[in-house]
């Protein structure tokens, strides 16, 4: 019994941090058309930054706004200066974006060498959950409560705002969406950067539990492609759920059949393209 | 005036044992193999129109199938080689099946994830790849006894096997089904009005592509005597890409410059260059901004704008 | 800082420093002018560039000390990168061999790295000093120009699985490792002294080598063991035990380590929640021979951390380098001599008195260490030693060698728990 407890707390935990990662990736693909391969490394980036960052400010969710920002910063540029020049070669902007993935886990070592560096655990939260007898770390049920809020938010902005409403309408049918007049380039950066803050974002509250290393951009990118695909390209409803369900089917491959393990994770991820290529909730074709 | 460059350029690489060291006789045999990789997977990318980022698996499995038969069965190379040709052609016919259900980035994903789901098994399968030791004791084939360890006999190996994969290539594309592929390309809601069946033509053309890379692996699992998942990996795959993109997709010289590019910038340039890694990924980035269409037709281009600057 | 090939080789011509490192008259023979050159693969990017960097520091350390002249002959060092790709780890033997000649190898880091160019080396007859762990190159499949001054993988196992049956007298354990060759190899030779000592392995975890999470194996562990036993390589072995922490579990079971588990490279960036985790290996930073007595000071002192299992590899490697090279007074290019002498070597390295057995692999001391805080910072104190380990242990190499090699199913686990 405690096994189930655990590991479905940890399924969960996984799902959280999933979707911090991967509903940038889903924004991104969704609207611009964009399979951004440089999204785990702006993951990885976010993680290194919020090390730095925490060597001056001790406090994890300051560094975590902060390091956001600037791998959102560095997305806009990244948009602007790059992507946009690529406008309508979309093989072209998967293979920039895979470029730069290259050049940004080389930098990273360069800058913060080669060795797995921790991000320490914010105090108040080290010591473990007690739970009907059952020993779980508290920051990562923290993390899930940190997913939902940014679920929430995201969501709030998509329906309740202007720029929400520009975006879906954009992720719906872009040739409308430039005809009634919406500023479809400023969208993308504005996109892009959102998409990118999130990945930082994540990267660093997901550092107390992954540490930064590298070979944290190759391992994140494969999963958040996952679970875009499986829930839905363009869809933030899609990402939640199909972060969820890719972090029930991992935790628990691994736990009782860890040979295929990463095999079980891209079964479905075929399966839905081939068959269902919209995924359980987009609203468009990959 | 062409004819004497094809001739300059066969006695050049005829002759090149002669006047280049083992190392660099070594060094043109992997941009012949990346070359043959290269083109295969342009049959797809640059006159089917559809990007692919999982070549790598035909390499891979074919290069595992020829080692795993002459480790566990002591198969002579001359039955080998036909088997693994056919086994990963065959999985070509499947991936095929299931990739071309979606067109685009669906296609590219699911290549991708097709990839993946092999590299993985590549780890995790140790009865059969021995994972992460990958397959050692090796041997080269002998082909009417001539004994391939040397450089400069397996390097002409290379070269007659590439020439021929590059003339076949070359066929396909001038044929009347490469004029229809090309058609599938650039307008395919108009070939399938015309009654083109644009389904199966892609799919014999991922098909054959797939073929051509799993000639690649065998050559491949040859020249290294050894096979290890990365061979599998996502890297493997987007290095192929990167070698058609940067020769000039829609080109047949193209990946074979591409190839070259690769293969110099990842063993001979880091060499000189500690952050190679950095340079690979910028000159991805660079190529794709500047020289979108690829290296030969902007080199083409140049070329005519100088002479007509000439004149 | 890393020095790359250029900058090392204006670096050797002008270079005048002598370190105090173990006072070492320079033996000189006349050899003509051709260096002695040096071909070091190691790994520079990607996920093992840590080790790889620290290869490097340790043999340019080894060979600075000696302003690049061993047995009286210059010596030109040129560093490779293989990129832990084994493909590219072919190609660049091949160019360090072809292209620049040298006359020794030095590395790789990788045990599918060194199997990539296992044929290779046979073919082209080149003097090997290796640094990766796979057993078989020094056991089923020999290389007869193969030397290994580190370890087989699972040569510091054994002692630890007996020092937790016999010193802790401990009876139920689980262990995890990698799920790659490595960990096979490690888990398999502890599991199988334990047992036979009187313990029983009740779990064992092979967790693939690129899980983010740890959660699950975490969770299934029991906490009624004695201790768990890690095998983890690079950063893993850090990462399990920050999150065996957050589980609360590092009250309940105790965890031990392999030699690569709990490295001085990853110490450094711990807390206390490594205090007085014992860990086995051939090497610590703390060892009081004299050799090491200066290197670990000269080396903390140039890069402001411990050295630990790579670079003092590469400087142990640097040792028996230049005894086989003074045995034969300097002609390396008689490569027959040389690899004998090479095998025949005992010398006094940083890691303590080292020899060669007859498969080309070290025997030497293992050392057990316990995390301690010194001066402020982490340092694996040695707290006990075994002379003399040997790839095989105590047992017989021909009955060894008839057992198949150590895998995820050999030796099979018998005793275990679900």
């Not at chain 1, 939902?148 to 409403?165: D, N």
């Amino acid at each position: 019994m405690q096994f189930w407890i655990i590991q479905t707390l940890n399924s969960l935990a996984l799902g959280g941090l999933l979707f911090l990662l991967s509903s940038g990736f889903s924004l991104i693909f969704g609207l611009m058309r964009i399979a951004n391969l440089t999204h785990g490394a702006l993951f990885m980036l976010g993680a290194y930054v919020g090390v730095s960052i925490l060597k001056v400010i001790p406090n994890l969710w300051v560094a975590a706004l902060l390091g956001g920002l600037a791998v959102a910063a560095f997305g806009g540029l990244l948009e602007r200066f790059i992507l946009r020049k690529l406008a309508g070669n979309s093989l072209g902007q998967v293979l920039v974006t895979l470029g730069f993935a290259f050049m940004i886990a080389d930098l990273c070592l360069i800058i913060w060498g080669g060795d797995p560096i921790p991000v320490p655990t914010p105090p108040e939260l080290r010591k473990p959950l007690v739970v009907a007898g059952v020993s779980f770390p508290t920051y990562r049920l923290v993390v899930v409560v940190i997913a939902i809020v940014a679920a929430i938010g995201l969501y709030l902005l998509m329906e309740r705002t202007r720029l929400g409403a520009m975006i879906r309408a954009g992720v719906d049918d872009m040739q409308m969406a430039r005809a009634v007049g919406i500023p479809v380039s400023k969208l993308f950066t504005i996109v892009f950067c959102l998409g990118a803050g999130l990945a930082g974002a994540g990267g660093i509250i997901g550092g107390p539990i992954l540490s930064a290393y590298p070979g944290l951009d190759g391992e994140m990118l494969p999963l958040a492609l996952i679970v875009v695909i499986l829930g839905g390209v363009g869809s933030l409803v899609g990402a939640f759920v199909g972060s969820f369900i890719i972090g029930f089917i991992y935790t628990f491959g691994i736990a009782l059949m860890p040979d295929l393990a990463y095999v079980i994770l891209f079964l479905p991820m075929i399966f839905v393209i081939a068959f269902r290529p919209r995924g359980l909730f987009g609203r468009m074709t990959a | 005036m062409k004819a004497l460059g094809w001739i300059a350029l066969a006695a050049l690489a005829a002759g090149l044992p002669l006047y280049a060291g083992e190392f660099y006789v070594n060094l043109t045999s992997q941009i012949l193999i990346a070359a043959i990789f290269a083109a295969g997977l342009n049959l797809l990318v640059g006159y089917g129109g559809l990007s692919s980022l999982g070549h790598a698996s035909y390499l891979g499995v074919a290069a595992y199938s020829s080692a795993w038969l002459s480790l566990n069965l002591a198969m002579p190379h001359w039955a080998s080689a036909p088997i693994a040709l056919a086994f990963t052609t065959l999985m070509a016919c499947l991936f095929g099946v299931i990739a071309l259900r979606a067109t685009g980035l669906g296609f590219l994903m699911i290549t991708l994830a097709l990839s993946q789901v092999l590299w993985g098994l590549g780890y995790r399968w140790v009865s059969v790849t021995n994972g992460d030791n990958g397959l050692s004791g090796l041997t080269r084939p002998a082909p009417f006894g001539i004994n391939l360890d040397g450089a400069t006999p397996f390097y002409y190996f290379c070269l007659v096997v590439t020439v021929f994969a590059l003339w076949m290539i070359a066929r396909l594309v001038h044929s009347p089904f490469g004029a229809g592929l090309r058609g599938t390309r650039d307008q395919a809601r108009r070939m399938a009005a015309l009654g083109h069946n644009v389904g199966l033509v892609r799919w014999l053309t991922f098909v054959y592509a797939g073929f051509w890379g799993a000639v690649a692996g065998l050559l491949y699992v040859y020249y290294h005597k050894y096979i290890h998942p990365t061979a599998l990996s996502l890297t493997s795959s987007a290095e192929g890409l990167l070698a058609v993109i940067a020769g000039g997709s829609g080109t047949l010289a193209g990946p074979v410059i591409g190839a070259a590019i690769v293969v110099l910038l990842k063993n001979y340039v880091s060499a000189f260059v500690e952050r190679w890694n950095f340079l690979l990924g910028l000159v991805f980035v660079l190529i794709v901004i500047f020289m979108p269409d690829g290296l030969v037709p902007g080199m083409k281009r140049l070329w005519l704008r100088w002479r007509g600057e000439r004149r | 800082m890393t020095i790359d090939r250029r900058k090392f080789l204006k670096g050797a011509a002008g270079a005048g420093i002598t370190a105090a490192a173990g006072a070492h008259a320079p033996l000189v023979f006349s050899q003509g002018g051709e260096p002695i050159r040096i071909g070091l693969l190691t790994v520079k990017t990607g996920p093992l560039a840590s080790g790889g960097i620290d290869m490097e520091r340790g043999m340019v350390m080894y060979l600075r000390e000696r302003n690049n002249m061993l047995a009286g002959r210059k010596v030109e060092l040129v560093v490779a990168d293989t990129g832990g790709v084994p493909a590219t780890a072919r190609t660049k033997t091949q160019e360090l061999v072809e292209k620049n000649r040298v006359h020794v190898l030095i590395g790789p880091l990788a045990a599918f790295e060194a199997l990539a160019i296992d044929d290779y080396i046979r073919q082209q007859a080149i003097p090997t000093l290796s640094v990766a762990a796979a057993e078989d190159m020094t056991q089923r499949k020999p290389n007869p120009w193969f030397a290994r001054a580190t370890s087989t993988s699972s040569q510091c196992a054994h002692p630890m699985a007996d020092y937790c049956a016999k010193t802790l007298k401990w009876k139920r354990m689980a262990v995890i490792a990698d799920d790659i060759a490595y960990g096979h190899e490690m888990l398999a030779g502890f599991q199988r002294v334990f047992e036979e000592n009187g313990g029983r392995v009740v779990q064992k975890f092979f967790p693939p080598l690129t899980v983010p999470d740890y959660g699950t194996f975490l969770a299934q562990l029991k906490t009624n063991v004695d201790g768990i036993f890690l095998g983890f390589a690079g950063s893993n072995g850090f990462r399990y035990l920050r999150q065996f922490n957050e589980y609360g579990l590092l009250g309940k079971v105790t965890p031990v380590g392999g030699m690569t588990a709990l490295d001085e490279a990853v110490l450094r960036n711990m807390g206390d929640e490594a205090l007085g985790i014992l860990t086995s290996c051939w090497y610590s930073a703390e060892l009081e021979n004299p050799v090491n007595r200066a290197f670990a000071p000269a080396f903390r002192k140039e890069f402001k951390y411990d050295p630990g299992f790579y670079a003092a590899a590469t400087y142990t490697n640097g040792a028996m380098l230049e005894t086989a090279l003074n045995e034969v007074k300097g002609k390396v290019e008689d490569k027959q001599a040389f690899m004998k002498a090479l095998r025949g070597t005992k010398a006094l390295t940083c890691r303590g008195p080292v020899q060669f057995d007859e498969y080309g692999n070290v025997v030497g001391n293992v050392y057990i260490r316990r995390v301690e805080r010194k001066e402020g910072r982490l340092v694996n104190s040695v707290i006990y030693t075994y002379p003399g380990v040997s790839q095989f242990w105590t047992y017989d190499p021909k009955a060894f060698l008839a057992n198949p090699v150590y895998s995820r199913d050999w030796p099979p686990a018998k005793h275990l728990e679900s």
